[in-house]
């Protein structure tokens, strides 16, 4: 059953400096239950896509575009009103950095508990009682003692695990997750993957991982959708696409990261990186947006934007030579 | 906390040690002679002679300090040489008006300021925010013996409905106390009003990009939740701090409202005892007002412990 679906989202920032195209032409859909990864560089439009999806972007300096449904009904048309009820209660947010997405001067007790209090009739201390629960629920000890203390008392784990307690505290169909791990250290990431694998298996939540680390991907992700300059390059299984990735972005992704056992000492010697950079999204590009960072690119390719095509019944990708089997 | 606020009060001691120091001294180097001011015009040189071996002025400056700072302890701060009452009283007579005056006007301008502060954040670079952007700095920019005299002439003069000046005593007759207040309460308190609002509105703005406003929206936190829950409390430091700040031009401004509305408060006996040359009543008074620019800083320094668990001495 579909859950969330988004047809050619596109988001247009309105800048002194001409449009900004920060999403552009997206669709996807997230199932019941599923985790879709939303995988790219900074400045690729995925936490952008997050923002717009919820409507929490300053709608007074950007433009949405097309069509986002959540089990049928239509967001982008929602008023403000429906969209707070909506907003911490069907679809939960977890944002990168645990110090900051917190407020400082109330008890994180209270911050969970408010969320709980903004949509369900409840007395304080209901609200409070639930909020120790979900504390307990994700791991924090001595949870009672902690639900008293403010955020800069708790270390960067404990203030993600706060973020994901308030997140689920009112059992969203759908927990957008924008760079849970990125501000943490590297044992404390997968203590907090273990800890969202096993609360979407309590809660049956969906997840939307926004996420540049495709070590996370791969342990988390059920489908991934890999963006660049604000579109959906490719998209398929997980195991599809670390398998046989199509587009030259995502084989560039994939060999870019390290891996052991691989030698160093072999002909190249050190980490594939894919050359140049993201391009300004402010000037409108003909072809494809990769086109002067790829090593297989053809005239065609700086000619036309390539659709998205099917290369199996659980992969699309957007490229020229998407078919053909050597490229780069 | 408790701890916290009794180091911050101890605190103040040498605080308020070397205030007494600096405020002897000043008055110990500033040229004339106050022996000659006190015997008159027309006593002969072996009067002034006189007096000034009576009041201590011919020993040197840390005696005359000893014998001061002594008498300062035990609560008395001279005979004015003017009236020839001790300073404490006088002071203690003129007290009621001038905290009136200063409470009324720190109301006056929290109130006109933080909530305007806070819409024009909320709405910001509508046609509200600007119109208050352009209002605040005018009204920053006129002097307020201006704005007092205009008050006058449109809510006395004009319309009647306040006193001109003049000042009423509560324990007489509270209902004509507070009418009397209100335009001196005004004048002082517009001004700074501006500057408070001014503050108010950069503090919000800056709270409400932070990350944890966002948060905040995603929890379904509608718009005056985020204002008044999740931002004024973070943005009230700076607010608090401009407050404690701009106390002492505050105490500037209630001498020349005093003026104009011809309160008997500290500010008019300040201005007596300058053009009397009273250096005892000028010394007093000195010390009484860096004592509540002092004492307000205090109460400012332990508001934001219990703004901010962050911050801990």
């Not at chain 1, 950007?62 to 986002?68: E, F, P, T």
């Not at chain 2, 046609?127 to 952007?133: E, P």
């Not at chain 2, 007759?173 to 503050?199: E, H, K, N, Q």
């Not at chain 2, 944890?212 to 008044?228: E, H, Q, S, V, Y």
């Amino acid at each position: 059953m579909v859950l969330l679906n988004v047809e050619h989202l596109s988001t247009i920032f309105q800048t002194s400096r001409g449009d900004l195209r920060a999403v552009n032409d997206l669709s996807f859909r997230v199932s019941k239950g599923e985790t879709v990864a939303i995988v790219g560089e900074s400045g690729s439009g995925k936490s952008v896509s997050a923002m717009s999806i919820m409507r929490l972007l300053d709608e007074s300096r950007c433009r949405l575009s097309g069509k986002v449904e959540l089990k049928g009904r239509d967001l982008l048309s929602a008023d403000e009103a429906a969209m707070r009820a909506i907003r911490g209660n069907q679809v939960g947010l977890i944002f990168q950095e645990p110090m900051t997405a917190l407020n400082p001067v109330v008890t994180v007790g209270r911050q969970i508990a408010e969320a709980a209090r903004l949509h369900e009739t409840m007395t304080r201390r209901q609200a409070a009682e639930k909020a120790i629960e979900m504390l307990t629920r994700v791991g924090i000890p001595d949870p009672r003692r902690r639900a008293n203390e403010y955020p800069h008392q708790l270390s960067g784990g404990m203030r993600q695990r706060v973020m994901i307690a308030m997140a689920l505290i009112c059992r969203p169909e759908l927990l957008i997750a924008d760079e849970p791990t990125t501000a943490l250290d590297v044992t404390v990431q997968a203590q907090i993957l273990d800890l969202m694998r096993s609360l979407r298996e309590q809660f049956g939540s969906a997840i939307i991982l926004i996420t540049h680390d495709l070590g996370v991907v791969a342990e988390m992700a059920d489908r991934v959708i890999i963006m660049y300059a604000g579109r959906k390059v490719e998209e398929g299984t997980a195991e599809e696409i670390f398998a046989r990735p199509r587009h030259p972005y995502t084989k560039g992704l994939l060999g870019a990261v390290p891996r052991l056992g691989s030698s160093l000492e072999g002909k190249t010697g050190r980490l594939v990186e894919i050359e140049g950079t993201v391009p300004d999204p402010r000037v409108a590009t003909v072809g494809c947006a990769f086109a002067p960072r790829c090593r297989g690119a053809a005239d065609i390719c700086r000619l036309s934007q390539p659709g998205l095509v099917r290369t199996r019944s659980d992969h699309q990708v957007a490229c020229h030579f998407a078919t053909e089997l050597v490229v780069a | 906390m408790l701890r916290y606020a009794l180091q911050r009060i101890v605190m103040t001691i040498p605080v308020m040690a070397v205030v007494a120091v600096f405020v002897f001294g000043l008055l110990f180097v500033t040229p004339g002679d106050p022996a000659v001011v006190i015997a008159g015009e027309q006593a002969s040189p072996e009067e002034v002679q006189a007096i000034r071996v009576a009041m201590g002025f011919d020993q040197p400056f840390y005696v005359q300090f000893g014998l001061w700072a002594q008498r300062l302890l035990s609560g008395d701060l001279g005979t004015s040489v003017f009236s020839r009452e001790p300073v404490a009283e006088l002071i203690a007579q003129r007290v009621g008006p001038t905290l009136s005056l200063l409470f009324g006007g720190l109301i006056i301008a929290l109130l006109l300021s933080v909530p305007f502060g806070i819409y024009a954040a909320a709405n910001r670079g509508k046609l509200f925010d600007r119109a208050f952007t352009a209002v605040t700095v005018l009204n920053f920019s006129i002097p307020n013996f201006i704005v007092g005299y205009l008050l006058v002439s449109i809510f006395a003069l004009g319309l009647r409905w306040l006193p001109v000046q003049g000042y009423v005593p509560p324990d007489r007759d509270f209902g004509a106390y507070l009418l009397g207040m209100i335009l001196p309460c005004l004048t002082l308190g517009m001004g700074f009003a501006s500057l408070i609002a001014r503050v108010t509105r950069a503090s919000m703005l800056d709270v409400l990009s932070q990350d944890f406003i966002r948060t905040a929206k995603a929890k379904g936190a509608d718009r005056n939740r985020i204002l008044f829950a999740h931002a004024l409390k973070n943005a009230s430091i700076p607010i608090v701090t401009i407050v404690g700040l701009g106390f002492a031009s505050l105490i500037g401004g209630a001498v020349i409202t005093e003026s104009i509305f011809a309160i008997p408060g500290l500010g008019r006996l300040t201005l007596e005892a300058i053009s009397h040359r009273d250096y005892p009543v000028i010394q007093g008074l000195v010390l009484v007002f860096s004592a509540g620019y002092v004492l307000v800083n205090l109460a400012v320094d332990l508001i934001y412990v219990l703004l901010d668990p962050r911050i801990r001495y």
